[in-house]
C-alpha cells in the first residue's frame, strides 16, 4: 500500500512539471479568418451575330437543281461509247453517249444513192429534152416542123425542168433528213450541268427508253408549302433564310413564286437561293425563314451561350470585367445560333464558356 502511494506521488509530481514547462515554453496558434476570398471565374466570349431578327414565316424544304433535263437515245441501238457518268461535269455540247451507226449507214446510203440517180437521170432527160427544143426550134424556123411540133418540143422542156427540180427537191430533203438523224447517234449535252442518273452502259442495247439527266447547278431552287395561315403574308420578291444542317450553314435566298392554288390547307411556293456552293446538293433538307416585316425583333446570339433555370431563359454579358445577366426571350432556333428578344445589343458580347460558374455581378477574366 505504501509503495503505491509513493508512486502515485512521484506520478502527479512528474505531470505538474510537464505541464509547467509546456505552459513556458508553447506559444498561441493563429486565430483563422473567417473572411472569404473570391477569385474571378476564367470564362470566354463571343460577339453577337450582326444581324437582326425579324418577322418571319417559318417552313422547310429540299433543294433541287433550277433546271433538271432528261436526254434520251434517239434512236434504239447498240451503245458504242459512254463518255461520261454519274457525278460527271459537263458542257453544252459534249457528247454524251454514241449509238452504233452501221444499220443507219448502210440505210443512209442506199436511199441516197436512190436520190443521186434520179437526179442524174433527170438531169440527162433534161439535157436531151433542151437540145430536141434547141432542133425543133431551128426546124420550124426553117419551115420544117410545124408549131404543134415546137409547142410540143416546149412543154416536154419544161416538164423535163420540172422533174429535174423535183429530183434536186427529193435529194436536198433526203440529205437534210439523213444529216437530222446521224445526230440520234451521237447524243449530245443541250445545257452544261452535272449528271445525276444514268441508265446507259457501254454494248447495251439501247431505246428511246435509255439516257441521263443532267441538273443544272449553277443555280439552285427549294419547293415548300406555307400554311393557308400565313399565305397572305408571303409575297414574291421577300427575303429567305436558308439553313441547312447538313452543311451547318446559313444561305440567302429569295421567294420567287407563290402559289395561289393550295392543297389541305398548305400552299406551294418556290424560294430561289442568292448564294452558291460547291457544298451544296440536291437533296439537301433545308429550313427556311421566310421575312415578312422590315421591323426588328431581337438579334441572333451563339447558342452555346444560353442558360435556362426555374423557367427562366438568360445570358451573360461582360462589363468592365463583371458579369452582368440579361433575360431573353427565345424566338427560333437555326443551327449554332438562336433568335432571341431582350435588351442587350449587337455591340455586347456574350459569355459561352465558363458561364456555368458565373452568376450576376461576379467578377470574370475574359481568356
Known amino acids: 500500500m505504501t509503495l503505491f502511494k509513493n508512486k502515485l506521488k512521484v506520478g502527479l509530481v512528474l505531470g505538474l512539471s510537464l505541464l509547467a514547462l509546456t505552459g513556458c515554453s508553447a506559444k498561441k496558434a493563429p486565430v483563422a479568418s473567417t473572411e472569404t476570398v473570391v477569385e474571378a471565374v476564367p470564362v470566354k466570349i463571343e460577339e453577337s451575330i450582326s444581324e437582326d431578327v425579324y418577322e418571319s414565316v417559318y417552313t422547310i424544304g429540299e433543294i433541287k437543281a433550277s433546271d433538271s433535263y432528261q436526254v434520251n437515245a434517239m434512236s434504239n441501238g447498240d451503245v458504242t ?120 452502259i457501254e454494248n447495251m442495247f439501247a431505246t428511246t427508253q435509255n439516257g441521263m439527266v443532267i441538273e443544272v447547278v449553277d443555280a439552285y431552287k427549294i419547293d415548300a408549302n406555307i400554311p393557308s395561315k400565313y399565305i397572305n403574308d408571303v409575297k414574291e420578291n421577300q427575303s429567305v433564310e436558308v439553313y441547312v444542317p447538313t452543311l451547318k450553314k446559313t444561305f440567302k435566298g429569295r421567294v420567287s413564286t407563290v402559289s395561289i392554288s393550295g392543297k389541305t390547307g398548305v400552299y406551294p411556293v418556290e424560294i430561289v437561293l442568292e448564294e452558291n456552293s460547291d457544298e451544296l446538293r440536291t437533296g439537301m433538307y433545308s429550313e427556311l425563314w421566310i421575312q415578312t416585316s422590315d421591323a426588328s425583333l431581337g438579334l441572333w446570339l451563339p447558342s452555346k451561350a444560353l442558360l435556362q433555370e426555374n423557367g427562366e431563359s438568360f445570358v451573360y454579358t461582360v462589363n468592365e470585367g463583371i458579369a ?32 456555368e460558374y458565373v452568376t450576376d455581378g461576379i467578377e470574370v477574366i475574359v481568356q
Open 324 to 355: 452582368e445577366k440579361y433575360l431573353v426571350e427565345v424566338l427560333s432556333l437555326r443551327g449554332d445560333t438562336i433568335a432571341v428578344k431582350s435588351e442587350l445589343n449587337k455591340e455586347q458580347p456574350v459569355i459561352v464558356y465558363g458561364k
Open 81 to 200: 461509247t459512254v463518255n461520261y457518268v454519274v457525278g460527271d461535269y459537263v458542257d453544252e455540247g459534249e457528247i454524251l453517249f454514241t449509238i452504233e451507226t452501221e444499220d443507219f449507214e448502210v440505210d443512209r446510203d442506199s436511199k441516197m444513192t436512190q436520190v443521186s440517180n434520179g437526179v442524174s437521170q433527170a438531169k440527162l432527160a433534161l439535157d436531151n429534152a433542151l437540145t430536141q427544143l434547141e432542133d425543133t426550134r431551128k426546124l420550124f424556123d426553117s419551115g420544117i416542123s410545124s408549131k404543134a411540133q415546137l409547142d410540143g418540143a416546149e412543154m416536154s422542156y419544161d416538164n423535163a425542168k420540172i422533174s429535174y427540180q423535183n429530183a434536186l427537191n427529193s435529194y436536198n430533203s433526203t440529205k437534210h433528213t439523213y444529216d437530222s438523224m446521224s445526230d440520234n447517234y451521237e447524243i449530245k449535252a443541250p445545257v452544261s450541268g452535272i449528271i445525276t442518273s444514268s441508265t446507259i
